[in-house]
């Protein structure tokens, strides 16, 4: 069985998400696409996310049509930032020696994959799938590779030289139906995604408007959006809230006893 493995924030999962997967999912014969929320995932710790379950649920939603696809706890609550190299080696722990792991990434979160816990041995694990976007080629992806895998300067230039076009190995090498496969690491390139769409961009729209939700997202996760009142309005911190309660608290107390 071929799997892939799909971690992220999602908050929300969107149209972009799914394009990705499908587009993986067909092009390498992927028999099942495990999506992770991260509790806490290690890049993003400056703003606070929306819970993990309402995450979780929007990725239940939106993965129910296709049976390839399938919401995971995988990186669910364990109290600490849920490293990749951690969560991947759990996931191969429970396959079998007959399937095949991939790491399902977009290129945005893939060239900063040198600043990872253990991007070595993280990128030895198992075969990478880099959804690229128009523009992105694998010289850049050869570039976000930790120091000790970067080809050499020489293997660099007749890469370079393969992708404007020159030489046999055009096909292979570029950009477009890409693959580079390195002492330690072997990345695949997935160019056929173009939506150009982000968490961010759809946690702003809703703030303003929750009616064009669904042109971003899955139809079923806007109702989910809309019924929850996720992203409308900035929500305190649970730690202001419970000040702004105990405050309260102790204003009420001081009227019962002045
Ligand atoms: P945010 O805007 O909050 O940073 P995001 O839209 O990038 O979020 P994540 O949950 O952080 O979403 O992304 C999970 C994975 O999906 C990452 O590997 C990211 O690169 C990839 N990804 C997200 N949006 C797209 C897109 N429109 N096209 C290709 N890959 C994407």
């Known amino acids: 069985m071929k799997v892939a493995f799909f971690g992220g924030t999602f908050d929300p ?5 799914m394009a990705v997967a499908r587009a993986a999912a067909d092009k390498f014969g992927l028999d099942r696409i495990y999506f992770a929320p991260a509790d806490i995932p290690p890049h993003k710790q400056k703003r606070k996310l929306t819970d993990f379950q309402h995450r979780f649920a929007m990725l239940a939603l939106a993965t129910a ?14 109290g600490e930032p849920n490293y990749s190299i951690n969560t991947i080696r759990r996931l191969k722990s429970t396959l079998k020696k007959s399937d ?8 945005d979160a893939f060239k900063d994959i040198a600043t990872w816990r253990q991007p070595e041995e993280l990128l030895a694990e ?24 970067q080809p050499s300067a020489a293997m660099m ?13 055009f096909h292979k ?5 890409g693959h580079v496969s390195l002492p330690g690491v072997t990345v695949h390139l997935l160019p056929d995604v173009h939506e150009h769409v982000s968490s961010t961009q759809i946690r702003a729209a809703a703030r303003k408007s929750v009616k064009q939700l669904s042109r971003y997202v899955p139809a079923s996760v806007a109702e989910y959006i809309r019924k929850e009142r996720l992203y409308v309005g900035q929500s305190p911190s649970p730690q202001k809230e419970a000040i702004r309660r105990g405050k309260m608290l102790s204003l009420q107390r001081g009227s019962q006893h002045g």
């Not at 049509?65 to 364990?78: H, I, N, Q």
Request: aromatic content about 10%.
């Open 13 to 17: 999962v969107h149209r972009g998400h």
């Open 65 to 78: 049509d296709d049976k390839r696809f399938v919401p995971s706890l995988l990186d669910a609550y364990t």
């Open 100 to 107: 095949k792991l991939y790491f399902l990434i977009g290129m």
């Open 126 to 149: 198992c075969e990478f799938i880099v959804a690229s976007r128009p523009g992105f080629s694998l010289t850049q992806v050869c570039a976000a590779l930790p120091q000790s895998l």
């Open 157 to 169: 230039r007749s890469l370079r030289w393969r992708q404007n076009g020159h030489g046999a190995g």
């Open 173 to 177: 090498a570029s950009a477009g139906d």
